[in-house]
């Protein structure tokens, strides 16, 4: 990764900043993007010389096409800006479901959009998808439907933006306590021992886990048009 730059949307939290430091850790430059200048601040001071960032909302399309114009040329994009919806079918909202897309599935589109004029050929694009699309779970219908919106953009890009790299990242349950409303201390434990009960592997991820393998999507240069599970032999 040395003398590549790699921009990561959602970059100052979670999986985001984890792969941004194993990115930094590797050699590249990166620009963090977010909605938080204050987040992204602190996530650049820890990562150092080899770090900046861009102040971005993903649901504003004038913003992304502005923020990319301002990083230039770089390698790499690995997308992580997401958000969280749940609740029974019936009883959701449609104008919250849409807004939901409007964050997950058009933010990572309007980065891609504005990244692919910009990125090296060489290079790649990492979009997040999750374990909730092909292992569905009751009151989770959003996060089924734009992961599976995501999985299949992601497979016609693999075409059509070759020799650019395209591939997503599914994780699991992964532990950032980044995507939902803040836990306390004894609710977080609870949580986080009943994934541990549900998976093969008895416990569970964490972001350092998912940006090993967000990762080996970008560095690895015979793979286009998968999507790579992260999510401890969920099934």
Not at 199 to 204: A, E, F, S, T
Not at 221 to 226: A, E, Q, V, Y
């Amino acid at each position: 990764m040395s003398g590549r730059k790699v921009v990561v949307t959602g970059g100052g939290t979670g999986i985001g900043l984890a792969t941004a430091r194993l990115a930094v850790a590797r050699g590249a430059s990166v620009v963090l993007m977010g909605r938080t200048e204050a987040t992204l601040k602190e996530a650049v001071e820890e990562l150092g010389d080899a770090a900046s960032y861009e102040v971005l909302d993903v649901t504003d399309g004038d913003a992304v096409e502005g923020a990319f114009a301002s990083v230039g040329a770089f390698d790499h994009l690995v997308t992580c800006a997401a958000g969280s919806l749940a609740g029974p079918f019936a009883e959701l909202a449609e104008s919250d479901v849409r807004d939901f897309f409007e964050t997950k599935f058009w933010g990572q589109y309007r980065s891609v959009k504005a990244a692919l004029p910009r990125l090296a050929r060489d290079g790649s694009v990492v979009l997040l998808s999750g374990f909730l699309y092909r292992k569905a779970e009751p009151g989770l219908s959003p996060f089924a439907a734009v992961n599976g919106a995501i999985e299949g953009l992601v497979k016609a890009l693999a075409i059509e933006a070759a020799p650019v790299r395209v591939n997503a990242l599914a994780p699991g349950q992964i532990d950032t306590l980044g995507g939902g409303e803040p836990m306390d201390e004894a609710t977080h434990q609870a949580y986080v021992d009943s994934v541990a009960a549900g998976l093969p592997l008895g416990r569970i991820g964490t972001a350092e886990e998912a940006a090993h393998a967000a990762l080996f999507l970008v560095e690895n240069t015979f793979t286009t048009g998968i999507t790579l599970d992260v999510d401890g032999g969920k099934r």
